[in-house]
């Protein structure tokens, strides 16, 4: 079974705070995501990496960065904290048929 | 642009009351559409992808059908433990997969 985990399952952060989210998967998969979902809004993609150092933007990376220096962890970053960033934040991988497994999600709170 | 619609949004059923949820879409080229169950605060769980139209996926109680534009999940003789969201996703050429806001079911003993 594909295991996708992620570092905390609630986060409180206060505005401002740097604030980072580990994810770490234990099938050697090249793909990599991060999504946030919202009520109403469905999952939106933040960034994805397809190899270690590399990374693309997706629909909305403002405020956010990421990192991916082994091919098993891959990080988001938010740089400065804000309300409009509470949210579910998952992480997911990319399986041999375009399937992707996701992680148990972070719930992130900043007030 | 790559898009999915949902419907409905929610539906609530009695116990061993079958019904089918609808996944619209309209994409690029399509590599593969993908069906998902979420339970309350947990990361969605994948439960099957349909490449092409006419095919035909089952597990358990539920079987997920695909056409051109729309996909159905079929649910028979659903149990209160069926109850979630379920989501619908496709992705087409441009390698992003694209979700629709999901269906919120409910299934009462």
């Known amino acids: 079974d594909v295991k996708v985990t992620q570092s905390s399952r609630y986060l409180v952060k206060r505005t401002g705070e740097k604030v980072f989210l580990e994810c770490v998967q234990d099938?050697?998969?090249?793909?990599m995501f991060w999504y946030r979902q919202d009520p109403g809004l469905g999952l939106r993609l933040i960034y994805f990496?397809?190899?270690?150092?590399?990374?693309e933007k997706g629909d909305i990376p403002e405020g956010y960065s990421v990192s991916r220096e082994k091919k098993e962890r891959f990080s988001l970053i938010l740089e400065s904290a804000s309300t409009n960033q509470t949210s579910m934040y998952l992480c997911?991988?990319?399986?041999?048929?375009?399937?992707?497994?996701f992680g148990p999600g972070t719930r992130l709170t900043v007030t | 642009e790559d898009q999915v619609t949902q419907s409905p949004e929610a539906l609530r059923l009695q116990e061993g009351e079958s019904s089918s949820l609808n996944c619209s879409y309209t994409?690029?080229?399509?590599?593969?559409l993908f069906w998902y169950r979420q339970d309350p605060g947990k990361g969605p769980e994948f439960l099957f992808t349909?490449?092409?139209a006419g095919e035909e996926k089952e597990k358990e109680r539920l079987k997920a059908t695909l056409t051109k534009k729309e996909s159905f999940l079929h649910i028979t003789a659903p149990k209160p433990e069926d109850s979630a969201t379920y989501l619908c996703?496709?992705?087409?050429?441009?390698?992003?997969?694209?979700f629709g806001t999901g269906t919120r079911l409910l299934v009462s003993p």
């Open positions: 997911a991988t990319l399986g041999p048929g375009y399937e992707q497994y």
């Open positions: 099938m050697d998969h090249e793909n």
């Open positions: 990496s397809y190899d270690v150092k590399m990374k």
């Open positions: 994409v690029s080229g399509l590599r593969g």
């Open positions: 349909l490449y092409s």
């Open positions: 996703a496709v992705q087409g050429d441009f390698q992003k997969l694209v």
